[in-house]
């Protein structure tokens, strides 16, 4: 990893040991907040190239396959009468719509179009805030 970073100008990272470990590594780097913060909802829809907006839908970011996630998202689907769509690595069989190996331009995206976002992490969720 030491030998890819001498490419970089500049380093940031989220976290306090990032920065110690970077230290360790021979680099400095700055810790800054998370990194999705640092554009505004322009900068972000700039890179929302797709468009999901014709359709009502859950989107789930589940890349565990929790059972929790899945009877949330089927109950909640079915109570709002809307589609769920899936974006991820793979496939998740409960899903409408799986938007499999995508870039971060249709999970922008996908986030943006949302009736709602259920994910199991706190920083997936980080987007819905801003887009």
């Known amino acids: 990893m030491a030998e890819q970073l001498k490419n970089f100008d500049a ?31 322009e900068k972000w829809n700039k890179l929302a ?11 789930v970011y589940d890349f565990e396959s929790n059972p929790k996630i899945e009877c949330l998202a089927l109950r909640m689907a079915k109570r709002l009468r809307c589609k769920i769509y899936s974006i991820g690595p793979y496939r998740l069989s409960y899903a409408d ?19 709602c976002v259920e994910c199991l992490v706190f920083w997936s969720i980080m987007p819905c805030l801003i887009v």
């Open 11 to 41: 380093i940031s990272v989220r976290e306090e040991s990032g920065v110690k470990l970077l230290k360790v590594l021979g680099y400095n780097g700055v810790q800054v907040c998370d990194p999705v913060f640092l554009l505004d909802r």
């Open 49 to 59: 190239f797709y468009d999901f907006s014709n359709q009502k839908y859950i989107l």
């Open 97 to 115: 719509k799986n938007l499999i190996y995508y870039g971060p331009d249709a999970f922008v995206s996908a986030i943006r179009d949302a009736f």
